[in-house]
């Protein structure tokens, strides 16, 4: 029994783990100018994720 968990944790680790590594190289890669055209495009200011980001990376 404690081997089929041990295996769904491990398929439920990677089904999450590796969306999100692609987002986050993807993020890398090309920055976070795709949000900034999207904000500017519904009227909104485009400096708004860059102070997300900085407020975010100062609560860890």
């Keep these: ?3 089929n968990i041990d295996l769904g944790v491990l ?3 990677i089904a999450i783990g590796f969306p999100m590594s ?3 190289i ?3 890669i090309h920055g976070i100018g795709f949000i900034e ?3 500017t495009m519904h ?3 485009s400096f ?3 102070e997300y ?3 975010k990376s100062l609560h860890r």
């Design 1 to 3: 029994m404690k081997k």
């Design 11 to 13: 398929i439920s680790r």
């Design 22 to 24: 692609v987002y986050g």
């Design 26 to 28: 993807n993020k890398l």
């Design 37 to 39: 055209d999207m904000m």
């Design 43 to 45: 009227g909104l200011p």
């Design 48 to 50: 708004l994720p860059m």
């Design 53 to 55: 980001l900085q407020v």
